[in-house]
């Protein structure tokens, strides 16, 4: 299906074309864009209402700026899709996040215009200020740098590290705050109502109107002039409450807000700030969803919505003859407040994904024992490791890829001091479209080499249930992970009651011969459809539903060992350090030996597409493995190849 862009926007290949048109012709493209985004998305997916909210700033900052020269830096990509439309991507738009398409976020390799990679947010103030550092170095005084991060993304520590030093540099630094209330579901903390203050305060809101046109009157480039301005600003923001003291106590001089939707007005006064050498702020305050009124209205629900009629709003969902597993997600968000209605002592955490993780079930049923506390991954680790002193059972559930940035509080508040809090870590393997910022890889190895911890996977609904019946029970004193993957298991009837697995015991699913399949989690059941795929060759390889990585099933391992000379190992974490590394370590440690292959995540970037296309592409569906079986057996019997 081709979707064509608007008369003015398709005459747009890139910033230069934008620069060739009227300021009075921007609101057009601007309202030509966001249908584009609209048309595109409604058919082909991705995420939504983030790049609808920032269209208006989008078109203004490559209209103002000398991009790519001038760097932009995205915080999170769900809000560039105007900004890789603007810059000779329009055409292929409609690849987005499709396999072998356009990436879901800014990615270096794409485009000169995306300046840095940014999946996870928080991150855009930090590049930002080190490109312009390194521009102070070198002496290029007239390059911009400008930061474009959302209110949500301004929660986490590194954002407030980073705008930190941003004040005591002279580095020419814009930070534009994109402050709509929203990440993917609304905001939490007192930022947020710090934030609320500064664009309600109608005395500080009236007396910046008036400063600012004084200001603009005076002759900027003499010096005494600039002085004077400063000080004159300075002093009328102090006399009304605290509106711009956070950002100011900070060193970077704050303007704002300013309506985020009138693009004249970002314009001009993005022309106006290209003129202020060092750190400062831009506040505007934006609508997610802008101009989609369904998205306005329920912003967590369009945030990614999947294919709709963008006439009727009604979001295309798959039928079925037949009933359907149930995600993964969702078995955890019921069951937790199971085991809660039993257990006063649970708790659940989560930063800024209640509805991703299914938390908010929780939320909703029981307010006073779940929460979320924004997107601040170090801070939900530690919080939960200080409730666990006091007796308390915390669920902490963060998605595999985010945990990365909570490893040392993983380390140094939970594991060594032995504090039993129950990581569920969502999304691990590989998850789909967003691509290697976003893939579970890495768990299964950073987690496995850490004393006094254990490593769990579910091969199915029922396990994920008693795994986390199993956690938050008296007797497991030791902080446990329990990993699983997005999107559906493979039970129909998942609901089974739940009881208790012996920590670091596995299970034989099916005896065999001449080979031995060890899984590890989810990959278990392409496993065991590999197994019926080659039960008609006459293949019989055993199937081992091991558990857990650590500890491991040694004793199940030595039976493995003592029977079989062939082994392979399957799992949806990286080949190196993972899994299989562990089963390699347990026969190097006993002098067993055996031809063992290991399947997983190779070691290199595996990018988007759909889990069934990425997990054909490097061999670990159920043909994959069934042809390392058949490899494994025709070596053994000497038979070649075909």
């Known amino acids: 299906m081709e979707i064509l862009?608007?008369?003015?926007?398709?005459?747009?290949?890139?910033?230069?074309?934008?620069?060739?048109?009227?300021?009075?012709?921007?609101?057009?493209?601007?309202?030509?864009?966001?249908?584009?985004?609209?048309?595109?998305?409604?058919?082909?997916?991705?995420?939504?209402?983030?790049?609808?909210?920032?269209?208006?700033?989008?078109?203004?900052?490559?209209?103002?700026?000398?991009?790519?020269?001038?760097q932009l830096v995205w915080d999170v990509g769900h809000q560039a899709y105007g900004h890789?439309?603007?810059?000779?991507?329009?055409?292929?738009?409609?690849?987005?996040?499709?396999?072998n398409g356009l990436s879901g976020f800014p990615k270096r390799t794409e485009s000169e215009y995306d300046t840095f990679g940014v999946g996870h947010s928080?991150?855009?103030?930090?590049?930002?200020?080190?490109?312009?550092?390194?521009?102070?170095?070198?002496?290029?005084?007239?390059?911009?740098?400008?930061a474009v991060i959302g209110d949500g993304a301004l929660t986490a520590g590194l954002a407030f590290e980073a705008m930190n030093h941003a004040g005591i540099e002279k580095s020419n630094v814009l930070i534009i705050l994109n402050d709509n209330n929203m990440s993917i579901d609304p905001n939490v903390g007192a930022l947020k109502e710090y934030l609320t203050d500064i664009t309600t305060s109608h005395t500080y809101n009236e007396l910046r109107d008036n400063v600012w046109k004084a200001l603009g009157k005076l002759p900027i480039g003499k010096n005494y002039s600039r002085e004077m301005a400063s000080k004159v600003e300075a002093s009328l923001k102090g006399?009304?409450?605290?509106?711009?003291?956070?950002?100011?106590?900070?060193?970077?001089?704050?303007?704002?807000?300013?309506?985020?939707?009138?693009?004249?007005?970002?314009?001009?006064?993005?022309?106006?700030?290209?003129?202020?050498?060092?750190?400062?702020?831009?506040?505007?305050?934006?609508?997610?969803?802008?101009?989609?009124?369904?998205?306005?209205?329920?912003?967590?629900?369009?945030?990614?919505?999947?294919?709709?009629?963008?006439?009727?709003?009604e979001i295309l969902k798959k039928t079925f003859d037949a009933p359907q597993p149930p995600k993964y997600q969702d078995v955890f968000g019921h069951t937790i407040i199971e085991l809660a209605e039993k257990n006063p002592k649970i708790m659940g955490v989560t930063p800024a994904m209640p509805s991703g993780c299914s938390l908010k079930f929780m939320m909703d049923k029981m307010p006073d024992r779940a929460f979320d506390v924004g997107i601040c991954e170090q801070?939900?680790?530690?919080?939960?490791?200080?409730?666990?002193?006091?007796?308390?059972?915390v669920f902490c559930n963060i998605y595999s890829s985010f945990m990365q940035r909570a490893y040392d509080m993983v380390i140094h508040d939970v594991a060594i001091q032995k504090l039993p809090v129950i990581f569920c870590l969502d999304r691990a393997g590989l998850v789909g479209e967003d691509g290697p910022t976003?893939?579970?890889?890495?768990d299964i190895a950073f987690m496995r080499c850490i004393p006094n911890i254990v490593v769990s996977a579910p091969m199915n609904e029922s396990e994920l249930r008693?795994?986390?019946y199993t956690a938050q029970l008296e007797t497991n004193q030791l902080p446990i992970v329990i990993r699983y993957p997005r999107g559906e298991g493979v039970l129909v009837d998942w609901k089974t009651p739940m009881k208790e697995i012996q920590i670091g015991k596995g299970r034989?699913?099916?005896?065999?011969?001449?080979?031995?399949?060890?899984?590890?989690?989810?990959?278990?059941?392409?496993?065991?459809?590999?197994?019926?795929?080659?039960?008609?060759?006459?293949?019989?390889?055993?199937?081992?539903?091991?558990?857990?990585?650590?500890?491991?099933?040694?004793?199940?391992?030595?039976?493995?060992?003592?029977?079989?000379?062939?082994?392979?190992?399957?799992?949806?974490?990286?080949?190196?350090?993972?899994?299989?590394?562990?089963?390699?370590?347990?026969?190097?440690?006993?002098?067993?030996?055996a031809d063992v292959k290991i399947m997983g995540i190779p070691d290199r970037l595996v990018e988007h597409g759909t889990p069934k296309q990425l997990y054909d592409e490097i061999g670990l569906d159920a043909n994959g493995i069934a042809t390392e079986i058949r490899k494994m057996a025709f070596v053994e019997k000497h038979v070649p190849i075909a």
């Open 5 to 70: 862009p608007g008369n003015l926007l398709k005459m747009i290949d890139n910033p230069a074309d934008l620069k060739k048109l009227s300021k009075d012709q921007m609101q057009t493209v601007a309202n030509e864009l966001r249908q584009y985004i609209v048309d595109v998305v409604s058919v082909y997916g991705g995420h939504f209402g983030a790049s609808l909210g920032v269209v208006e700033l989008s078109v203004a900052l490559h209209y103002v700026f000398n991009t790519p020269y001038d």
């Open 84 to 99: 890789k439309i603007l810059t000779g991507r329009r055409d292929n738009f409609p690849s987005n996040r499709k396999y």
């Open 122 to 146: 928080s991150t855009s103030i930090s590049a930002a200020l080190g490109m312009a550092m390194a521009s102070h170095y070198k002496g290029e005084k007239n390059k911009q740098h400008i």
């Open 239 to 313: 006399l009304v409450s605290k509106s711009s003291n956070l950002f100011e106590a900070l060193q970077l001089r704050y303007f704002g807000p300013i309506d985020g939707h009138n693009v004249t007005k970002l314009i001009d006064t993005l022309n106006d700030l290209k003129d202020i050498p060092g750190p400062k702020i831009l506040h505007i305050k934006t609508v997610k969803g802008k101009g989609y009124a369904l998205a306005e209205k329920d912003q967590t629900k369009w945030h990614a919505p999947g294919l709709f009629d963008k006439v009727t709003g």
């Open 379 to 393: 801070h939900a680790v530690t919080l939960s490791a200080g409730m666990a002193t006091q007796g308390l059972k």
């Open 438 to 442: 976003h893939h579970g890889c890495y």
């Open 466 to 468: 008693d795994l986390m």
């Open 508 to 593: 034989k699913l099916k005896d065999g011969d001449d080979i031995a399949i060890l899984t590890f989690g989810h990959p278990g059941n392409f496993a065991a459809s590999a197994i019926r795929d080659v039960k008609s060759e006459g293949l019989n390889p055993a199937h081992y539903d091991m558990r857990f990585a650590k500890p491991i099933d040694e004793e199940m391992l030595h039976e493995v060992f003592s029977k079989f000379k062939k082994i392979i190992t399957v799992e949806d974490g990286t080949v190196v350090g993972g899994f299989g590394s562990a089963v390699l370590e347990f026969m190097n440690s006993f002098g067993y030996k």
